[in-house]
């Protein structure tokens, strides 16, 4: 295949600004917070330079910035924007608003524990709590993969048989703020594969005059709710087929799942974002031993691919569901619903809940090891319901 990129030094956040420069959208709302703020000033740069002709509304509040998102979206431009944590969560009412309109906003959250106490560090607590908004979640563990995660966004937004927002996710600082290497692909090539919005229906078409956000009593409600589930469902087709289309310029193999060496794995590590290049590495290890380990790394979170994780687990002997924020009352997220994808398989792995790295604590090779050393703990161990949720790396 010919080189058809360029490599650049980038941070997580400058990568996906990258990105934005690319797809040039129309409008982009924007207010910073940390440690997402990056995205937009360097975005903003590109826009002072003249080198985009979007046109930046810089907003009071992350509110705000979800309402004219909304606003413009419906009048038929092409709008992505950025947040965190705290931003997330002060764009709460806009954000059902934005699935519910079926306005295909592209969103980088870059991820950020929710307070308090304050805490601008990383965890998932920020993307869990919207997990069930309507938004699309996908969730990067490279800044190379934000950046190509974020170029497929926006196809898969406005393909007219999904028409929903969608989020590219990455953890704060951990990728957002580190400076690696990122193939940053032919600038010409990209622009065709995102090709141009021509939304069917928009506020401004005279000729085909519509109404945005009006009251939708019990007659209808329910049916348009039920349309937006059909277009979750739809969008697990066409995320396939535009991952496969991407393949072209990248080269590479997508999928909502990554399986790394889980085909003969007895031993699976579940995790998702950062965390999952380190955990890599100690499976390579571990493989050296002969241990027969795996990582499944989940990549589209919403909507759920259970079959695909049912697939990858339903031969293994155990598995830990490791992730980056807290069940409170409940397993966490993650858990839940591969327990769920897994309940109608009549063998099934024993499987424990693990809760790590919150508000940033710090995960590292020797740490991945030590999570895969409890698995021969697991063995023959019986898991009551007092001990499937576990803390790692917690002070006593």
């Known amino acids: 295949m010919t080189k058809n990129y360029q490599v650049k030094a980038l941070t997580g956040a400058e990568a996906s600004a990258e990105a934005m420069r690319q797809i040039a959208p129309d409008v982009v709302p924007l207010y910073p917070i940390t440690p997402q703020t990056q995205i937009v000033e360097v975005y903003s740069q590109f826009v002072a330079d003249g080198i985009v002709d979007s046109e930046l509304v810089r907003c009071e509040s992350e509110h705000s910035v979800m309402s004219v998102g909304i606003g413009a979206s419906s009048a038929g431009a092409r709008v992505m924007t950025a947040t965190s944590s705290q931003g997330l969560a002060f764009m709460f009412e806009p954000i059902f608003i934005a699935s519910a309109l079926r306005v295909p906003i ?29 938004w699309i979640q996908v969730y990067s563990e490279t800044a190379q993969e934000a950046y190509e995660n974020t170029l497929m966004a926006v196809r898969i937004a406005e393909h007219p048989d999904v028409q929903l927002p969608v989020m590219v996710c990455q953890d704060g600082f951990i990728t957002s703020h580190s400076l690696v290497n990122v193939n940053i692909y032919d600038d010409e090539q990209v622009k065709v594969f995102v090709g141009n919005y021509n939304p069917r229906d928009t506020l401004l078409n ?41 393949s072209g310029i990248s080269g590479k193999n997508y999928g ?136 790692y790396g917690v002070r006593e």
């Open 256 to 391: 909502f799942v990554e399986k790394y060496h889980t085909d003969d794995a007895e031993h699976i590590v579940v995790a998702m974002s950062s965390a999952c290049g380190i955990l890599k590495g100690a499976v390579d290890d571990l493989r050296k031993q002969g241990k027969k380990v795996g990582l499944l790394k989940i990549i589209l979170f919403r909507p759920f691919p259970e079959l695909e994780v049912a697939q990858a687990l339903k031969n293994a002997k155990s598995v830990i569901v490791l992730e980056r924020v807290s069940g409170n009352g409940a397993y966490s997220p993650l858990y839940s619903e591969i327990s769920a994808a897994l309940y109608h398989y009549q063998n099934k792995p024993k499987m424990v809940n693990y809760v790590f790295g919150l508000g940033g604590r710090n995960f590292g090779h020797k740490d991945a090891l030590n999570i895969f050393a409890e698995f021969e703990k697991l063995d023959g161990e019986f898991l009551d319901q007092n001990n499937k949720l576990r803390y």
């Open 106 to 134: 592209v969103m980088n959250l870059v991820n950020r524990s929710l307070a308090g106490p304050i805490n601008i560090h990383c965890d998932h607590a920020d993307g869990m709590a919207v997990r069930d908004s309507g």
């Open 206 to 246: 005279s000729e085909n005059p519509i109404s945005v956000g009006t009251l939708d009593f019990y007659d209808y409600f329910f049916e348009h709710k039920k349309q937006n589930f059909d277009a979750m469902e739809n969008a697990k087709r066409v995320i396939k087929e535009i991952q496969e289309e991407f």
